[in-house]
């Protein structure tokens, strides 16, 4: 085996790529500043009690986890930085006003989430802590959305869904609460046959309840039919019209759709979820919403909500950047020669000197100008290369 081989689904970024990544990074980072969010940096890796503290199953199955040489206990390479973000809020900064937190880092998955997908996505996010109400909801999506348009990208769908329905519905049957992981996972995958067999034994209400989710997705117009098909309980209602609303906000700027069934960020979830779609990817290129209680492990429950992307998979999609022009300089230790280049540099300009010897083959770069001698041989001007 070529020892430069590297292991499934992990890459190299190139340079063209690369520079794409971290426009998006800078582009996306400094809108956030705009909104007042604060960028915090959670290290790559922590004790695992702490950085599973809060999440679910998934995110530990994720979890690449090593031994420390120094204290012998179990460390964990992070999955994921929402839980993390949430233990500064809780535990670090401590604060009791409101708080906006931005984040850009790698994370580390034991296995791909698809056939294409890397195992280690650059993660970039933004969370709300400290207010309940829906207009943290709404930030946070009008958020990601322009996240997204920032990025280039149109035509984009909103899919949204509400974990305070199924919720609603569990508080109605014992016996349904104690296989909400199995409910959850055959309404993910929509199986209402397996869901059939699993609630025979649940009181008609119920059974009959979460036998509709799966059919409860469409546009807007579908809530008229959930209203209809469901419960009347204060927590269906309740979440009902928060979907109405934070359809309401996005119309104009996104296509949207409701799926009562779509329950993927159930680990640690607790009310209005989302997750956005572009052309080119089946898979959500991000996913936000509520997570109320995460943060009761680290001592201090906050209401909290927010959303991240993958921005490795998010530059895959966009169109290779042309590229940048630049000047070829000559090497030499002359004063003036220098002074110039640092002249041109300081003004925005991308200056390669060609070593002696080689000729400049850049990727990103595309030197349609040199710097030379005028005729005197005593200044040095742009000459352009055609």
Excluded at 218 to 241: E, F, H, N, Q, S
Excluded at 337 to 350: C, F, M, S, Y
Aim: contains cysteine; proline residues 5%.
């Amino acid at each position: 085996m070529p020892n430069w081989l590297l292991p499934e689904h992990i890459a190299d970024v190139l340079p063209s790529e690369a520079r794409k990544i971290e426009e998006l990074r800078r582009l996306m980072l400094d809108n956030f500043r705009r909104y007042g969010y604060e960028l915090v940096m959670p290290p790559l890796l922590e004790y695992v009690e702490s950085l599973l503290a809060g999440a679910g199953q998934d995110t530990d199955l994720r979890t690449f986890k090593l031994v420390d040489q120094i204290s012998g206990r179990m460390l964990g390479l992070r999955a994921d930085m929402t839980t993390q973000v949430a233990r500064i809020d809780a535990h670090l900064l401590n604060r009791a006003t409101v708080t906006r937190l931005c984040y850009a880092g790698p994370v580390l998955h034991t296995r791909p989430s698809g056939l294409h997908t890397t195992r280690e996505p650059l993660q970039i996010g933004a969370e709300i802590y400290g207010h309940a109400g829906l207009e943290a909801d709404a930030e946070i999506q009008e958020l990601a959305l322009a996240s997204l348009e920032l990025a280039g990208f149109s035509e984009v769908r909103l899919d949204l869904a509400h974990m305070g329905v199924l919720r609603a519905i569990l508080d109605l049957d014992p016996a349904a609460g104690k296989d909400q992981i199995a409910i959850v996972q055959l309404l993910r995958a929509k199986d209402v046959a397996g869901l059939g067999e699993l609630t025979a034994a649940y009181a008609p209400a119920t059974r009959a309840a979460l036998l509709a989710l799966p059919n409860l997705y469409g546009d807007v117009d579908i809530l008229k039919t959930a209203r209809a098909a469901l419960p009347d309980l204060p927590g269906i209602a309740k979440a009902l019209a928060e979907l109405a609303a934070l359809a309401a906000s996005a119309i104009g700027r996104a296509e949207v759709a409701i799926d009562l069934a779509d329950l993927r960020g159930y680990q640690y979830e607790s009310g209005a979820m989302f997750a956005l779609y572009v052309p080119g990817l089946p898979n959500a290129v991000a996913r936000g919403g509520r997570y109320d209680h995460v943060g009761e492990a680290f001592g201090r429950a906050r209401p909290a909500t927010g959303f991240s992307m993958d921005l490795r998979e998010l530059a895959r999609l966009l169109p290779t950047a042309d590229r940048k022009h630049a000047i070829r300089a000559p090497w030499g230790n002359a004063p003036e020669l220098k002074d110039k280049i640092a002249e041109l540099r300081k003004a925005g300009e991308v200056v390669i000197q060609s070593l002696p010897g080689h000729s400049n083959e850049q990727d990103e770069f595309e030197c349609d100008r040199a710097l030379v001698l005028d005729d005197s041989g005593s200044n040095w001007i742009l000459k352009n290369l055609g």
